[in-house]
């Protein structure tokens, strides 16, 4: 695992995110994301991992400032590496943000099915993207794009087709082949394989893995699915109710998971040979528009003390390289 | 691109289907009614005068040969065909010994010409300003547009038709009323028939669009209002592309490619709305010639016109699904 | 459905809009039963009189009140519209639900069928039927005739419905659970068809009424029966217009008028409160 010893290429700190509706009279507030901190070093892999509505798509289209009513950055900051005046992209003026968007910063998005024009070949939506980044002529171009596929292992008479020629599994790797193009160096990427099978999902994790090897560039990649994460994350943070609870190297939070909530998801992955019973989480995630104060997991957490009903417990790094956010085990540390 | 061929097909054996079941139709309509057209037409000619019996026999066997109605119902029907496929539908009786069909060939450019244009200016008047008011929902210009289409949009042809004649004919008369040109002037391509053709199209033609554009308006709008939604869209905004290249590459080009099957659907509609306007204003189009021959009792003029219309909103219907694919490539879909 | 109803007055200006103007438009048609004139008869006041405090709305050249004769007109074109609404809504719910649950060979014929209506011009072969139908063309045979060739749009409106109920996974849940059809297709995809059902009604009746009154004015219907187009079509006759008989034209034309904006508004609130996607709009939650 080499991790860059540099200055972080994302650096997030209490970051803050809310929903603000008014409809038919009732004015609503949800906290989808409440004082989240974490660094993404260079050449490194992130995970984020947690359930449906723990905040983790909200978080990263704050971090990428694709911020629109009613979705608001409320505080904090989520600075970039190659925007380091501006402690956020949402906070940046529009001129500044398309210089760096897909040049610096790419996103895979969730469900990919549907992320190209459907009426337009590949390769004007290739033109689309990057010409603008890469220059050149509109043949030169498209030489490039075609070297660029073929570097990926995709057949280059890809550009030709319309999207809807194109497999489920094949439209998501040519939408990875166009997010790293350019060779950004930050590469967002949203449960890009949650719609597949699981045969083309390694087929797609192994060309991100790849691709991400070859060009150094950093991954935050998203999803539920603690086995993606085993697989190719080189860190894990572990997402509850729009708040981090846990973060570290992969390998460690699989070994030594310490927060209750993360030991249950990783106790419910199923390993071969283990036939014990699987015991699901009283209760369900709380409504983040009335959320419960002090440490949101307390109403459904077995080691629960009175403190956690009260203060919200701070990130502390307990082990090297591992941070959490427990009373239970860094006992005294309020946020 | 495999997929073209089946689809050409497809569209061409529904336009065959169209006409069989129009042109049956107006048989059906016609043979069907309690009324026999022949006494009908007689009794017309023969109410203010007195003719003798030998020739009012005569009128009635020579009208029943004109009208294709000798024969068995079998040998009508056969005749029927036979006659619209020839595009001979007899005499009129009201402009005898004129052809149906040379009249419809005189009216049908009128029509067309109307029609087409008008459809044009408000098919992608509409579009533009409804993806518009769509995209930048806070325009106060595009919003106040919203409001005036969805007052006038409901309201049918023959009101806004009346509404325009009483303001241009009584109120503010600065443009002709009536006829589709001046009837002084020689037919041809001069200038001043052309032009004074233009000017007598205005009316006509501003009563098809003011109407036309308010629903082509709120259709893109919501159209629109859907699609900036869609993945597609997003993913685009996201990689920081020029909102212009996005609104119409990705979100116009989107939002058109139903408006086109709108098109074909609503054609008939608009023919309906161009038939009563037609009369408002005494265009001389196939309108104003279907509801004269009414009037007039002439069999073969109504029927004529009516096969005509049916055949000729097919063939609008047609073209514009053989162009479908030209904007949405996904044929195999429909 | 109350609590929609509530909350569409409360907050959704165009609904309140609709619902006033069809308000009126419906007390008018009401006040017909209590007036003091019969519909067909004329010559019974003086005639050409403008609108004064005698005459609410003035009188025509028949010699009619025009006040009380809107009433029926209104009345009589109303109840036209709902004969045809009702009419077509039948036919088209069982070609639309028919298709869209059958699929197969059955939709693609229903389809080729319904595609046929949309696409044939319906002014001239209702013209040809008043041709040869003459004086034997009444109201109600009017609507049937409408509600037989008027059926299509919305038939496809209700197909698509149905096509996307039907491959929703709580249908499926439905049938694994052992639910009877009836009872699917009652309890738990009414409440989905009957809003499509509810706002295409008003579009049709939109589009019925102004084929009614574009037929009537050219004198195709049958003009005894007073309707809106019908005073139109006499207002013409006696060249109300040049004579300066505007109020016989006016009114009607702007009773008519409210009516159709009405009903589209209702139409229009109703969908899109029913549908989510616009609803976010609504709440700002777009650009």
Redesign the interface.
């Known amino acids: 695992m080499s991790s860059s010893d540099q200055l972080p290429v994302l650096q997030v700190r209490d970051l803050q995110a809310h929903f603000r509706t008014r409809y038919f009279g009732v004015n609503r507030e949800v906290r989808a994301v409440d004082g989240v901190s974490f660094d993404v070093r260079g050449n490194e892999i992130y995970g984020l991992a947690g359930e449906s509505s723990s905040g983790k798509t909200t978080l990263i289209k704050t971090i990428?400032g694709?911020l629109k009513p009613p979705l608001e950055m409320v505080g904090g900051s989520a600075r970039f590496a190659f925007l380091p005046e501006w402690d956020a992209i949402g906070r940046a003026p529009p001129e500044v943000?398309?210089?760096?968007?897909?040049r610096h910063l790419?996103?895979i998005?969730q469900?990919?099915?549907?992320?190209?024009?459907?009426?337009?070949r590949v390769r004007?939506s290739f033109r689309?993207?990057a010409w603008r980044h890469l220059g050149g002529s509109k043949s030169e171009f498209d030489t490039r794009a075609a070297a660029h596929l073929e570097r990926v292992r995709l057949d280059p008479s890809v550009l030709a087709a319309?999207p809807?020629e194109l497999s489920g599994g094949m439209r998501q790797r040519v939408t990875i082949a166009l997010a790293t193009i350019c060779k950004p160096e930050f590469i967002i990427a949203d449960e890009p394989t949650t719609a597949l099978d699981v045969v083309v999902q390694k087929e797609v994790l192994g060309m991100l893995r790849a691709i991400q090897r070859e060009m150094g560039s950093s991954v935050l990649f998203i999803t539920h699915d603690m086995g993606v994460h085993a697989a190719l994350t080189d860190r894990l943070g572990i997402m509850y109710a729009g708040r981090l609870v846990e973060d570290g190297e992969t390998p460690e939070i699989f070994a030594r998971p310490l927060h209750p909530y993360t030991r249950h998801l990783i106790a419910s992955l199923p390993r071969i040979g283990d036939v014990e019973q699987r015991e699901g989480l009283e209760g369900t995630p709380p409504n983040l528009a009335a959320p419960p104060p002090g440490c949101r997991f307390h109403p459904r957490c077995p080691l629960a003390m009175p403190v956690c009903a009260t203060t919200v417990p701070a990130m502390v790094e307990t082990l090297p390289g591992h941070r959490v956010a427990c009373h239970a085990i860094n006992p005294g540390a309020a946020a | 691109m495999s997929a073209y061929p089946t689809y050409f097909a497809k569209r061409l054996a529904?336009f065959a289907?169209?006409v069989f079941?129009?042109v049956n139709?107006?048989f059906v309509?016609?043979h069907?009614?309690?009324?026999d057209?022949v006494e009908?037409s007689i009794s017309a000619v023969t109410s203010f005068g007195n003719t003798a019996p030998e020739a009012i026999a005569a009128m009635r066997t020579s009208l029943q040969e004109l009208y294709g109605l000798k024969g068995t119902l079998g040998e009508q029907y056969l005749t029927f065909w036979s006659r619209v496929l020839r595009g001979d539908f007899g005499p009129s009786l009201s402009a005898f010994p004129t052809p149906v069909s040379t009249l419809i060939g005189r009216a049908l450019p009128w029509t067309a010409g109307l029609l087409i244009v008008s459809t044009l200016i408000t098919w992608v008047l509409g579009n533009l300003l409804g993806g518009l008011a769509g995209?930048?929902?806070?325009n106060r210009t595009l919003k106040l547009m919203g409001v005036v289409a969805?007052?006038v949009?409901?309201?049918?042809?023959?009101?806004v038709a009346?509404?325009l004649l009483?303001v241009f004919g009584?109120l503010w008369p600065v443009l002709p009323i009536t006829g589709g040109s001046a009837m002084n002037l020689q037919q041809g391509w001069n200038w001043p028939f052309v032009s004074s053709v233009l000017l007598h199209s205005v009316l006509p033609a501003l009563s098809l669009i003011l109407i036309g554009l308010g629903s082509w308006f709120l259709g893109m709008r919501?159209l629109v209002?859907?699609i900036?939604?869609?993945?597609?869209v997003?993913?685009?905004?996201?990689?920081?592309?020029?909102s212009r290249?996005v609104l119409g590459?990705?979100i116009m080009?989107?939002a058109l490619?139903p408006q086109v099957t709108g098109l074909?659907?609503s054609?008939?509609?608009i023919?309906?709305g161009a038939?009563?306007t037609e009369?408002v204003f005494g265009y001389p189009g196939v309108g104003t010639l279907?509801?004269d021959a009414?009037y007039a009792g002439d069999?073969g003029l109504?029927?004529g016109?009516?096969t005509v219309?049916?055949i000729a909103?097919?063939i609008g219907?047609l073209v514009i699904d053989l162009l479908y694919p030209l904007?949405?490539?996904?044929v195999e879909?429909r | 459905m109350l609590v929609i109803l509530r909350d569409l007055i409360r907050y959704n200006l165009?609904f309140r809009i609709g619902l006033v103007l069809v308000a009126i438009v419906l007390v008018m048609a009401g006040l017909s039963f209590v007036s003091p004139y019969p519909p067909g008869e004329v010559y019974l006041v003086p005639p050409d009189i403008p609108p004064s405090a005698a005459y609410w709305l003035g009188t025509t050249s028949r010699g009619q009140d025009v006040f009380w004769q809107l009433t029926f007109a209104i009345r009589n074109t109303l109840s036209f519209g709902i004969m045809v609404a009702v009419l077509s809504r039948l036919i088209a719910l069982v070609v639309g639900l028919l298709a869209g649950y059958s699929g197969g060979w059955i939709d693609r014929v229903l389809m080729?069928?319904n595609?046929?209506f949309?696409?044939?011009?319906?002014?001239?072969?209702l013209?040809?039927?008043?041709?040869?139908?003459?004086d034997?063309m009444s109201t109600p045979l009017l609507a049937m005739i409408m509600a037989c060739l008027g059926w299509a749009?919305d038939a496809r409106l209700i197909r698509s419905v149905a096509l996307s109920l039907k491959t929703r996974e709580f249908t499926q849940t439905s049938i694994f659970s052992g639910m009877k059809t009836r009872e699917i297709l009652a309890r738990e995809h009414l409440p989905y068809v009957l809003p499509i059902v509810f706002s295409t009604t008003m579009n049709n009746m939109?589009w019925s009424?102004?084929?009614e009154?574009?037929l009537a004015?050219?004198g195709?219907t049958d003009i005894n029966t007073p309707t809106i187009g019908g005073m139109?079509y006499w207002a013409n006759q006696h060249t109300a217009?040049v004579a300066g008989i505007w109020w016989w034209?006016a009114f009607p034309?702007a009773l008519?008028?409210m009516t159709?904006?009405g009903?589209?508004?209702l139409a229009?609130s109703m969908n899109e409160y029913i549908d989510p996607?616009?609803r976010l709009?609504r709440m700002g939650g777009?650009?």
Not at chain 1, 97 to 102: E, L, P
Not at chain 2, 234 to 242: F, R
Not at chain 2, 327 to 330: A, L, Q
């Open positions: 990428a694709l943000v398309r210089r760096i968007r897909w790419s996103y998005m469900g990919s099915m549907n992320v190209l024009n459907p009426l337009r004007h689309d993207f319309y809807h | 529904q289907l169209v079941i129009g139709l107006a309509i016609t069907a009614s309690p009324i057209p009908q995209y930048y929902q806070r969805m007052g949009h409901p309201i049918p042809y023959y009101i009346l509404l009483i009584f919501s209002s859907n900036v939604t869609e993945d597609y997003v993913y685009a905004e996201i990689a920081g592309l020029d290249r590459s990705y080009r989107n490619a074909a659907m054609l008939g509609g023919f309906n038939v009563i009369k279907l509801v009414v069999y109504v029927l016109v009516t219309s049916i909103v097919s219907v904007i949405d490539p996904r879909l | 165009e080729s069928i595609d046929t949309i696409i044939i011009p319906l002014f001239p072969i013209i040809l039927f008043y041709f040869v139908l003459r034997t749009y939109n009424i102004g084929i009154v574009t004015v050219l195709f139109i217009l034209i034309v008519v008028v159709f904006v009903l589209f508004l229009v996607r616009s709009a777009s650009r």
